[in-house]
């Protein structure tokens, strides 16, 4: 779609972006929920002792590929939920910043997929097909988070789908 004008910056904004514009406005003008973030900023600590807990056990009494493969997951549960939680609690008075982790938030989803799959692909799965889908959901992920920070007004029909896909590409 055309351009519908410059925003309250001076940058033009395509009127693709009006859903989420109101949505921020809406935001701005009622506040944040009061447990916006915390409920990830709980869920990160958690996870951080449960994941050591995991990996640790895993290590131990299964092999060190289970505990790679459960750490690699601890890594993504962690970094999701701390990610999540900062860009949600922080009142970003930076423009460019807040821009930034709202990247980096919705990022974390496609890394945090990755993660859940490591350990029944290294696990589970026959080797070859486990490495295979590694690379697989591992390649998309990266991807993306490629799509989200370096086009973040990407359309949202090419970012929902590669969400689903990945959580897809073991069925």
């Known amino acids: ?8 910056l001076g940058e033009p904004h395509d009127l693709e972006d ?23 900023v709980y869920s990160a600590v958690i996870a951080v002792f449960c994941g050591a807990t995991l990996v640790a056990v895993s290590w131990s009494t299964v092999s060190t590929r289970a505990g790679v493969a459960t750490l690699i997951y601890t890594l993504t549960i962690v970094a999701m ?26 990022s974390m989803i496609f890394l945090f997929i990755a993660g859940s799959y490591t350990p029944f ?17 591992w390649g998309g992920a ?18 929902v789908p590669l969400y689903i896909l990945l959580g897809w590409v073991a069925a």
């Open 81 to 106: 939920f701390s990610v999540s939680g900062i860009y949600h609690r922080v009142n970003w008075t930076s423009p460019t910043a807040r821009k930034w982790m709202k990247r980096a938030d919705h």
């Open 142 to 159: 990266l991807a993306g988070v490629a799509l989200k920070m370096l086009w973040p007004s990407a359309p949202r029909w090419l970012g």
């Open 18 to 40: 009006l859903p989420e514009a109101l949505a921020e406005g809406v935001v701005q003008f009622l506040g944040k929920p009061r447990l916006r973030g915390w409920i990830h």
């Open 121 to 137: 692909a290294l696990l589970a799965l026959p080797e070859r097909s486990g490495v295979t889908l590694l690379w697989i959901v």
């Open 1 to 8: 779609m055309g351009t519908a004008g410059p925003d309250r």
